[in-house]
């Protein structure tokens, strides 16, 4: 994540090909939000199925 600009807010989206579109703003929940996708691609049962035919 870049670093903010003046005035500027961070924003977020946390996107995964199991259909999962999230967006967060503000600094706090962006970063709940990455840490929180982070989270999803270990468990994602989309990822894990693509994971094991590969």
């Known amino acids: ?4 600009s003046y005035g500027a807010a961070a924003s977020v ?3 995964c090909s199991c ?5 967060a703003a503000g600094r706090a929940r962006a970063l709940a939000l990455i840490a929180d ?7 994602c ?3 894990t ?6």
């Open 49 to 54: 199925q693509r994971r094991e035919a590969a």
């Open 1 to 4: 994540m870049a670093p903010p």
């Open 19 to 23: 259909g999962r579109d999230l967006f």
């Open 37 to 43: 996708h982070a989270q999803h691609r270990t468990v």
């Open 45 to 47: 049962s989309g990822l």
């Open 13 to 15: 989206r946390s996107w």
